[in-house]
């Protein structure tokens, strides 16, 4: 792995950490002014994780078979579609463009849509990392992927409050504008991986 295919790799982790933090800070507040619940705001993130946590393990099965590469990218496309997707409805709503009542369904599939999908990307990452660091690096690796997760939602309210005087939506779009480059750069400049390699492994022979 090159230091420049690793580099993309925390940078989509960055990204992923900057609009996880940022919504979970925006969103409630937004919801609840246009209407909705503490309990319904609550509900849709709790949803969203529930999913996240069942798919993860699930996706980090999809690279072995689908490749990490190409998991690591899908799992930023969601991503970058869940952020459109949650504040596009508080945008319509906020603007009488459209009735309320469609605005916890529509957020509730905007932030599944990330829990399903946006999940992806961290089990390909620390996969293809696995696969391509030895034994003694291979921590570290994984503790600087972390760490540039971790970051991200650090940076994400302080960024995203910066963006949001431009106007709400301005967050929104250029985290998952971050996404994708994110994406674009991981498939420039990662090697597509295949499955797991099993030449490691010593067969039995008989005797």
């Known amino acids: 792995m090159t230091n420049k295919g690793s580099s993309w790799l925390k940078?989509?982790?960055?990204?992923?950490?900057?609009?996880?933090?940022?919504?979970?800070?925006i969103v409630p507040p937004l919801a609840r002014d246009l209407g909705l619940t503490e309990v319904q705001t609550s509900l849709?993130?709790?949803?969203?994780?529930i999913a996240w946590a069942l798919t993860s393990a699930s996706w980090g099965r999809a690279s072995d078979k689908y490749g990490r590469r190409n998991i690591?990218?899908?799992?930023?496309?969601?991503?970058?579609?869940?952020?459109i997707a949650m504040i596009t409805p508080l945008f319509l709503v906020e603007r009488n463009i459209l009735d309320v009542t469609f605005l916890f369904p529509l957020l509730i599939m905007g932030r599944l849509l990330n829990g399903l999908v946006g999940s992806a990307t961290r089990p390909a990452a620390f996969a293809y990392v696995a696969d391509n660091s030895t034994h003694?690096?291979?921590?570290?690796k994984f503790a600087r992927l972390e760490s540039s997760f971790l970051?991200?939602?650090?940076?994400g309210p302080l960024f995203g409050g910066f963006l949001i005087l431009?106007?709400?939506?301005?967050?929104?779009?250029?985290?998952?504008?971050?996404?994708l480059v994110a994406a674009l750069g991981i498939y420039k400049n990662l090697e597509p991986t295949n499955t797991v390699s099993y030449t490691h492994l010593t067969l039995p022979t008989k005797a």
Do not use: C, M, N
């Open 72 to 83: 690591a990218i899908l799992g930023l496309l969601g991503y970058a579609l869940s952020l």
């Open 136 to 140: 003694d690096k291979r921590t570290v």
């Open 166 to 179: 431009i106007t709400k939506e301005t967050p929104f779009y250029v985290f998952s504008f971050f996404a």
């Open 11 to 25: 940078f989509g982790l960055f990204t992923v950490g900057l609009g996880q933090s940022f919504v979970f800070v």
């Open 151 to 155: 970051l991200g939602t650090v940076a």
């Open 44 to 49: 849709i993130f709790a949803i969203s994780a």
